[in-house]
């Protein structure tokens, strides 16, 4: 599915779904934050490591469904198929960007 989105949104995307964790990790800057399951993790090296432990732990496939914007956050309506309990289920990527880099990234369901 195309969805129109600011360019380090669509990179994550694209990263996610070739499951490159240094790319990814290229969307944050060194101040940003991904919270994730009850954890923090803060600055693109924290959260390079989060990404590869994710992979490493699961198998998974995320899919864009469709975009939202509120204010100054990008919502990312997805649908996350996997090898974990309750799969597939549908999650929302809350992508808030500063300076062309993503801020926060907050995952909730």
């Not at 994550?12 to 954890?39: H, I, M, N, P, W």
């Not at 914007?69 to 929302?92: C, H, K, Q, W, Y």
């Amino acid at each position: 599915m195309n969805i129109d989105l600011p360019s380090p949104v669509a990179a994550y995307l694209a990263a996610e779904k070739t499951k490159d964790s240094v790319a990814l990790a290229r969307c944050f800057g060194e101040q940003s934050v991904v919270r994730d399951e009850g954890q923090e993790h803060r600055g693109a090296v924290a959260i390079e490591a989060w990404h590869r432990a994710t992979n490493e732990k699961l198998a998974y496939v995320v899919e864009p469904l469709e975009a939202t914007t509120r204010g100054d956050t990008i919502i990312v309506r997805t649908r996350v198929s996997g090898d974990f309990p309750g799969s597939p289920i549908e999650l929302n990527k809350h992508f808030t960007l500063e300076n062309d880099h993503i801020a926060l990234l907050e995952m909730k369901s």
